[in-house]
C-alpha cells in the first residue's frame, strides 16, 4: 500500500481574500479581485487592470521575516505558508519534530526587482545599480523565506517551471512523502504583479481590457494578477495521528512537455498530461467529477483546453470551471490557488464558478463552465489543471481522502 | 528498494571545458570587472545555429550548448524514447540580461507596453529549460529550479525523486549562469565576495538514468546515491558542513572511508569557507584525499557552479579508472542558508 498525501492546511494570500475564511467566501460568492493597478504607474498604458492584492500587509502575517528584507514574492510565499500552518493547526513541536520540505513554485521570482533593477540600468546607468535589489533577486529566496519564516531545517526547492509551478510543487511535494523523504511538505506558489508581465500580455495580444472572462465567446485575454498560495501536504497517518482536518488528498499527478513552440499550447501534449495524470492517480476520466481549468480567458488557451478535456473525456466531461474569472492570472501561484478552490469544493460540496460569463462560445460546446454562481456538488475526485510558457503541463487529480 | 540511478554522460561549456583561465571579457557597456572565467570562443550561432541563437538569451544559449554535448558524451538518442525524457535545470533567475533587455523597452520607449512579444518568453526563468526540450525534442517533464548556489544539487534532488516516481526514464540535468553585463553587475552588487575569484559563466548538464530503463550503448559513469538538502537558519553555524556531511553519507548508506573524492567550493566568504573545509575535513580525516574547487577553474559561475562540480568529478573518474568503486561527495551552500550534499559512486567498467 503506498504512502498517502493528505492536505491538512491551506494558505491563501489572494486578490479575494487572505485567509482560507475569506477566500472561500469569496469563491463560493463569485467575488471579484480584480481592480486598477496601482502597484506602479500606468500613464501610457492602454490597459490598466490587474489582480493586486491591496490589502496585503506583511509585517500583520509574518512573525519572524523582516519583510523589508525580502522581495514582495517572497513575502507573499512566506505569508502564505504561515497562514497555512496556522489553518492546519501544527504547532511548533509538531513541526520541529516532523521531517518537511518547502517547494514554491513561480513564473519571474522576484518580477518587481526584476523591474527595478531594468529601470535603473536603462536609465541611470549600470553603476547605479542597488545592492539591495541586487541580493533581493535570486528566485531561491522565495522558498528559503518559507523555511525562515516557519523556522524549519528541511529542504527548500524554488520550482520555477512558469504558470504550471506550483502544481510542479505539489507533485514534487507529492513524491518526497510518497517516497518516504518527508512528513509535511509546504508547497504551492507565488509570484508578484509586475510592469513587464502586464505590457508583454498586452503586447502578446492577450491582455483583456475590463475582465477575465473565460470560455466566453467574446473573452479577450488575462488579466495578470498576483498572490501566494500555500498548501500544507502531510504524511496521511501523520495527519490522522495527530487529528488533523483533512481537506483533501492528493492522489497524483503527470506533467508533459510540448517540446515544440513556447508560447502556443499543444492540445495533444495536453491531452497526454490528462492520461499520465490519471493513470498516475489510479483513476479513470469517467471518475473525475469536476475540472479547475488552466481556464486563462485567452481564445487559444480555454478552446485548447476545452478541446483537450473533450478529447479525453468524451462528450460528456464533467463540469469544467476556471477561477481566474475571480483572481485574474497569479502566473506560478495560479495552479496553487486552483488545488485550493478543489480542496474546498470537496468540502464543502460546491462547483466554483467561472465568473464574467455572457455568452456561450459555440466552439466550446459540450463544456459546462459553471456560469457566474456557485452550484452545490457531490466530489469525490477532481482535477487541477496548470499550463505554463515553453509547454510545460502538470495536472494533480486529487480526492477527498476520507475514506 | 528504489530505482538506481545512473550517470551516463555530461557535457559542459564555459571555460572549464574550454580548458581556458580568467580572462578580461569585452562588453559595449560599462563592466564592475576585469577579469572573468568566460570562454570567449564559445559561439553560440556556429553551435547551434543562427535560427537557433538569434532570439534566445545568452542562459538559454549556454543550456542549449551543454545539453547537446551531454546528450553526445552518454549516447543518448532521445527521439525513440522522447516521451520518457525530460530536462531538469537549475538557475537562479533565468537570463538576467534578457530579462532586462525585454523591461528595458517599456522604459526607453515612448509607448509603455511596446516591449518586444518574441522575447516575452525570455524573461520567464523556465524559459531556458523549455528551449532545451525542443531542440532535444524531450517531452516527459520539464522543471526548473531555482536556489543560488545550490541550483544544480536541487536539480539532482528534483531529478532523482522525478525518475523515482517513474515520471521519466532519463533525465537531462544540470545548471546554468550567464555573464553579462547585467548579471555581473547583480552579482558584484547583490553578494560581494571577501576573495578575489571571479565571477564566470558556464553551464553543465548531466545526463541521468534509471537503471532499470535499459537502453542499448549505455554506459554507466557513476551511480547517484543520495542527496541532501537542508536549510540552516543561522549563517554562522560553524557545524553545518559536518552534519549536513554526515547526513548525506547516512542517506547514502556510505562510510566515509568509502569516499576518494570531496568537492566543496568557496563561495567568497572567507570565514565561513574554512569552517565547512573544516567541518568536512573532520568527516574525512585521509590525507589522500582528493579536494576539489570548482571555483578555481570555473569562477564563481553562482548558479552553475554545482552542475560544474559534479561534472569535474566526473571528469576526475574519467581520467583515473582507479577511482571505480570509490565515492565522492559534492557539497553547496548558499547565501540563503540552504545548502545541498550529493553523494555518487564511481562506477566499474563496463
Redesign the interface.
Known amino acids: 500500500m503506498s504512502t498517502r498525501v493528505a492536505i491538512t492546511g491551506l494558505g491563501p494570500v489572494s486578490n479575494i481574500g487572505i485567509g482560507v475564511g475569506d477566500f472561500l467566501d469569496a469563491l463560493r460568492n463569485g467575488k471579484s479581485g480584480t481592480s486598477r493597478i496601482k502597484s506602479f504607474d500606468t ?5 490598466v487592470m490587474a489582480g493586486e492584492v491591496e490589502d496585503f500587509h506583511p509585517d500583520a502575517i509574518l512573525h519572524r521575516l523582516d519583510p523589508a528584507e525580502w522581495g514582495r514574492s517572497s513575502q507573499l510565499a512566506a505569508a502564505a505558508a504561515r497562514l497555512a500552518v496556522q489553518d492546519a493547526g501544527l504547532d511548533p513541536a509538531t513541526l520541529a519534530a516532523a521531517r518537511t520540505a ?1 517547494a514554491v513554485g ?4 522576484e518580477a518587481v526587482i ?2 527595478n ?3 535603473t ?3 541611470d ?3 547605479a ?3 539591495h ?12 523565506a518559507v ?2 519564516e516557519l ?12 504558470c504550471a ?1 506550483a502544481n ?1 510543487a505539489i507533485g ?1 511535494a507529492f ?2 512523502i ?2 518516504g ?1 518527508a512528513d509535511i511538505a509546504f508547497a504551492g506558489g507565488a509570484d508578484s504583479v509586475a ?6 500580455f ?3 495580444g492577450a491582455l483583456a481590457e475590463e475582465r477575465c472572462s473565460p470560455f466566453d465567446r467574446d473573452r479577450a485575454g488575462i488579466l495578470t494578477a498576483e498572490g501566494g498560495a500555500m498548501l500544507v501536504l502531510e504524511r496521511m497517518d501523520h495527519a490522522r495521528a495527530r487529528g488533523a482536518r483533512i481537506y483533501g488528498e492528493v492522489l497524483g499527478y ?10 502556443a499550447p499543444d492540445r495533444n ?1 495536453i491531452a ?1 498530461c490528462f492520461r499520465l495524470a490519471h493513470r ?1 492517480a489510479g483513476v479513470r476520466a469517467d471518475q473525475i467529477d469536476y475540472v479547475c481549468a488552466h481556464g486563462t480567458g485567452t481564445p487559444t488557451n480555454d478552446l485548447t483546453e476545452a478541446l483537450a478535456i473533450l478529447e479525453v473525456f468524451g462528450d460528456d466531461p464533467p463540469p469544467v470551471s476556471s477561477i481566474k474569472s475571480a483572481l485574474g492570472h497569479s502566473m506560478g501561484a495560479a495552479s496553487g490557488f486552483g488545488a485550493m478552490a478543489c480542496a474546498l469544493a470537496m468540502t464543502h460540496g460546491f462547483l466554483p464558478p467561472t465568473i464574467n460569463h455572457v455568452t456561450p462560445d459555440p466552439q466550446l460546446a459540450g463544456i459546462d463552465p459553471v456560469p457566474n454562481q456557485a452550484r452545490p456538488a457531490d466530489l469525490s475526485i477532481v482535477q487541477n489543471n496548470g499550463f ?5 503541463n502538470a495536472v494533480v487529480i486529487l480526492g477527498r481522502g476520507d475514506a | 528498494m528504489p530505482d538506481t540511478l545512473l550517470i551516463t554522460g555530461w557535457g559542459q561549456v564555459g571555460p572549464a571545458g574550454a580548458g581556458s583561465a580568467g580572462c578580461r571579457p569585452e562588453a559595449a557597456v560599462p563592466l564592475p570587472v576585469t577579469r572573468a572565467f568566460v570562454d570567449p570562443g564559445l559561439d553560440p550561432v556556429k553551435r547551434l545555429g543562427r535560427g537557433t541563437a538569434r532570439f534566445i538569451d545568452r542562459t538559454t544559449a549556454l543550456t542549449l550548448m551543454a545539453c547537446d554535448e551531454a546528450a553526445a558524451d552518454a549516447d543518448l538518442r532521445i527521439e525513440p524514447m522522447a516521451e520518457r525524457v525530460g530536462v531538469t535545470l537549475g538557475t537562479s533567475c533565468g537570463s538576467v540580461a534578457g530579462t532586462a533587455e525585454f523591461i528595458r523597452d517599456s522604459f526607453v520607449n515612448e509607448r509603455p507596453h511596446m516591449v518586444n512579444p518574441i522575447k516575452f518568453p525570455n524573461t520567464v526563468i523556465n524559459c531556458a529549460a523549455s528551449h532545451a526540450a525542443i531542440r532535444m525534442g524531450a517531452k516527459a517533464i520539464n522543471t526548473t529550479v531555482s536556489g543560488g548556489r545550490v541550483s544544480g544539487l536541487l536539480a539532482m534532488r528534483h531529478a532523482q525523486l522525478t525518475l523515482r516516481a517513474g515520471h521519466a526514464d532519463a533525465l537531462l540535468v544540470g545548471a546554468v549562469e550567464e555573464f553579462t553585463p547585467e548579471n555581473a553587475w547583480t552579482a558584484v552588487r547583490g553578494r560581494p565576495r571577501g576573495d578575489d575569484t571571479p565571477l564566470g559563466e558556464a553551464a553543465a548538464m548531466l545526463v541521468l538514468e534509471r537503471a532499470a530503463a535499459a537502453r542499448p550503448g549505455r554506459r554507466s559513469w557513476a551511480e547517484l546515491l543520495a542527496v541532501t538538502v537542508q536549510t540552516f537558519g543561522d549563517p554562522d553555524d560553524r557545524a553545518a558542513s559536518h552534519r549536513l556531511g554526515r547526513a548525506a553519507l547516512a542517506a547514502a548508506g556510505v562510510p566515509a572511508e568509502e569516499v576518494a573524492v570531496v568537492s566543496l567550493s568557496g563561495t567568497g566568504d572567507p570565514h565561513a569557507d574554512a569552517d565547512r573545509r573544516r567541518g568536512l575535513a573532520g568527516l574525512f580525516p585521509d590525507p589522500a584525499m582528493r579536494w576539489r574547487d570548482a571555483e578555481s577553474i570555473a569562477g564563481d559561475c553562482y548558479s552553475a557552479l554545482a552542475a560544474v562540480q559534479l561534472a569535474d568529478v566526473l571528469t576526475l573518474r574519467r581520467r583515473d579508472p582507479g577511482l571505480a568503486g570509490r565515492s565522492a561527495l559534492v557539497a553547496a551552500f548558499d547565501e540563503t542558508g540552504v545548502a545541498a550534499m550529493a553523494v555518487l559512486r564511481f562506477s566499474g567498467s563496463e
Open positions: 500613464t501610457g498604458f492602454p490597459r518547502a513561480t513564473t519571474s521570482g526584476d523591474v533593477l531594468a529601470r540600468w536603462a536609465l546607468g549600470y553603476p545599480t542597488e545592492p535589489d541586487a541580493r533581493l533577486l535570486p528566485a531561491g529566496r522565495l522558498s528559503a523555511n525562515h523556522g524549519l531545517t528541511g529542504e527548500a526547492a524554488t520550482i520555477a517551471t512558469a509551478a510542479y514534487f513524491d518526497l510518497r517516497q523523504e510592469r513587464h508581465t502586464h505590457a508583454g498586452l503586447r502578446l503527470g506533467a508533459t512537455c510540448d517540446a515544440s513552440h513556447m508560447v501534449s497526454r498516475n505554463a510558457f515553453g509547454g510545460n
